[in-house]
T-cell receptor, first 110, second 114 residues
Framework: AQRVTQPEKLLSVFKGAPVELKCNYS??????LFWYVQYSRQRLQLLLR??SRESIKGFTADLNKGETSFHLKKPFAQEEDSAMYYC????????????FGTGTRLQVFP | DTAVSQTPKYLVTQMGNDKSIKCEQN?????MYWYKQDSKKFLKIMFS???????INETVPNRFSPKSPDKAHLNLHINSLELGDSAVYFC?????????????FGPGTRLTVL
């Protein structure tokens, strides 16, 4: 079954510390993975997708098929990074459904 | 503003009532979705429509009926509301069921069933 696991509900760090939000997936085919972010009082929005291999707001995520992981990393956290982060996997079959993990709340303290 | 909009933002109602949530997007997208976010922040897809046709229908009680009058609108009607229906409902849209399409989300509708 397709599944996305985010083991941490809450991750708290101080400003300037490195951040790694974990995401593991279960998928039999070639996965398409995304990170979405929801800042306080804002709507859910795409942060990055694995195909783009891009760095957005200092965040990067590398797809590791051997470990079935897509962890989100940032070397130096900022207070404005505080938000809810969701890892998502594009589901199989027709349509374009996203299978979300349960989310990780990142708190960055000053 | 180009965006995905939902009305109402908050909805408080009694068990057994019937209610609707409306969603509109002016992004010119072909595909629209409804997601449910429960009290533990878990997001799960409910429905997806492409060009007014239903393409995804997850295991959702048939008290939930989506309706798409045109490509820009996807409304969600819920009959005989139950306590467990309390959640935040998010509408989203994208260019279509193709690889790597970004989904754009509405602000959410917080439904509270008393």
């Amino acid at each position: 079954a397709q599944r996305v696991t985010q083991p941490e509900k809450l991750l708290s760090v101080f400003k300037g510390a490195p951040v790694e939000l974990k995401c593991n997936y279960s998928y039999s085919g070639s996965p398409e993975l995304f990170w979405y972010v929801q800042y306080s009082r804002q709507r859910l929005q795409l942060l990055l997708r694995h195909i783009s291999r891009e760095s957005i707001k200092g965040f990067t995520a590398d797809l590791n098929k051997g470990e079935t992981s897509f962890h989100l990393k940032k070397p130096f956290a900022q207070e404005e990074d505080s938000a809810m982060y969701y890892c998502a996997l594009r589901g199989p079959g027709g349509g374009d459904k996203l299978i979300f993990g349960t989310g990780t709340r990142l708190q960055v303290f000053p | 503003d180009t965006a995905v909009s939902q009305t109402p933002k908050y909805l408080v109602t009694q068990m057994g009532n019937d209610k609707s949530i409306k969603c509109e997007q002016n992004l010119g997208h072909d595909t629209m979705y409804w997601y449910k976010q429960d009290s533990k922040k878990f997001l799960k897809i409910m429905f997806s429509y492409n060009n007014k046709e239903l393409i995804i229908n997850e295991t959702v009680p048939n008290r939930f009926s989506p309706k798409s009058p045109d490509k820009a609108h996807l409304n969600l009607h819920i009959n005989s509301l139950e306590l467990g229906d309390s959640a935040v409902y998010f509408c989203a849209s994208s260019h279509g069921p193709q690889n790597y399409n970004e989904q754009f989300f509405g602000p959410g509708t917080r439904l509270t069933v008393l």
